[in-house]
């Protein structure tokens, strides 16, 4: 592995960084306090290509790879974790299921309008009552003639209100049968599909969390991707790739947590000198930058597996399961070393406390990650 930032890399950092500072940074906020996801910030970040990283530019994508993807992340969400979050969701999920498993033809219909940010997509895979335990999903899609019948609920779902179209898993075989799961496209404006209830979240509140309902939601055949019973294995990849998504959000929230920390030990005084002068602050600030590396090396290594469609199960569940922890920790000290003001909106820091804890729930908690880094050990 190369440890050097690629040219590519540092075109991405820079772009990404000048976009936040200009167009995130002054709403951070606003849109916390209004839980307000910014559509429009969004679809401007997919004219700069950051909504179709990974995409190829036959279809309107940057044609870039996991190294970037995963720059691009961190900046943003160093600046603001729920952006950060929406941008991980529509690339690595949806867009990333339709790259991933689409036909020639399916691509060319939505891979254009989700990577230019035209349109913003989402993923339903998870329910009211199967989150880790997703065989036991109980919204079904039924054939009919040429098209299908989708009834029941996704829960949690990033862009379940606002977003254009979803990749949706559902069941079309018999419970608790991994081949009994097929992932079909739903476009915003289908008959049927409709948004429910908007989550009220402690962190992460500009990223919108939602129910996604179907009643009596007909598709035509064509909208499903792969064949029928393939959508349980699709959804395993894709989390696979989620995994390195939420690593890097991770990372972003640990090193904006860090950066914040930092500063302010040199600004902040007592007993006649900065507060960084003090081992207890500087073993804090030590331990922080050591695990954010760590972290870094970790989530690096399962983009360079992905990058050459190597197995990377296992690299991909610890890059997550460190780095989400890492992150929650990282804030958690960030906060102390800020004391009474790290508690207040005044500073990020009480923002990326709050952010953090999602990366160790979303796309497979830590004790998911654990049972699947596990069993990859004991079988080697």
Avoid at 28 to 47: C, I, L, R, S
Wanted: charged share 25%; hydrophobic share 40%; net charge neutral.
């Amino acid at each position: 592995m190369n440890f050097e930032q690629s040219e590519n890399q540092k075109m991405v950092a820079q772009m990404a960084r000048d976009f936040a500072e200009k167009h995130i940074r002054p709403y951070v906020m606003e849109w916390d306090e209004a839980q307000h996801f910014p559509k429009e910030t969004m679809q401007a970040m997919g004219k700069l290509g950051l909504l179709g990283i990974l995409v190829p530019e036959e279809y309107g994508g940057a044609g870039l790879g996991y190294n970037e993807y995963i720059t691009a992340i961190i900046e943003i969400t160093k600046i603001c974790s729920s952006v950060g979050l929406s941008m991980a969701a529509h690339n690595s999920l949806c867009t990333g299921h339709i790259l991933q498993f689409g036909n020639e033809e399916q691509k060319k219909k939505w891979l254009p309008k989700l990577a230019t940010g035209e349109w913003i997509g989402a993923w339903g895979l998870t329910e009211a009552n199967t989150g880790s335990d997703a065989m036991r999903m109980q919204c079904v899609a039924k054939q009919d003639g040429n098209d299908w019948v989708l009834n029941g609920s996704k829960n949690w779902i990033t862009h379940g209100i606002t977003g254009d179209v979803a990749v949706v898993l559902a069941r079309t075989g018999e419970l608790l049968d991994s081949n009994g799961i097929t992932a079909f496209v739903v476009e915003r404006g289908t008959k049927g599909f409709k948004g429910g209830k908007k989550e009220n979240k402690l962190g992460m509140r500009a990223s919108e969390t939602a129910e996604m309902i179907f009643e009596d939601c007909r598709i035509p055949a064509e909208n499903m991707l792969g064949k029928v019973g393939d959508g349980f294995k699709q959804a395993m990849k894709i989390l696979d790739g989620g995994r390195i998504s939420i690593a890097a959000l991770s990372i972003g929230i640990a090193k904006g947590s860090y950066e914040a920390a930092l500063k302010y030990s040199k600004e902040r005084h007592q007993f006649g000198q900065p507060i960084s002068n003090f081992q207890a602050i500087g073993f804090k600030l030590a331990d922080m930058a050591t695990r954010i590396e760590a972290s870094e090396l970790l989530t690096y290594q399962a983009a360079d597996l992905k990058m050459r469609h190597l197995p990377m199960t296992k690299e991909s569940a610890m890059a997550k399961y460190y780095a989400s922890e890492v992150c929650v920790w990282a804030a958690s000290e960030a906060i102390q070393i800020f004391g009474g003001y790290g508690y207040t909106k005044d500073f990020p820091v009480e923002k990326f406390y709050r952010d953090s804890k999602l990366c160790t729930i979303g796309e497979g908690t830590s004790e998911i990650q654990k049972l699947v880094i596990s069993r990859s050990v004991l079988k080697d």
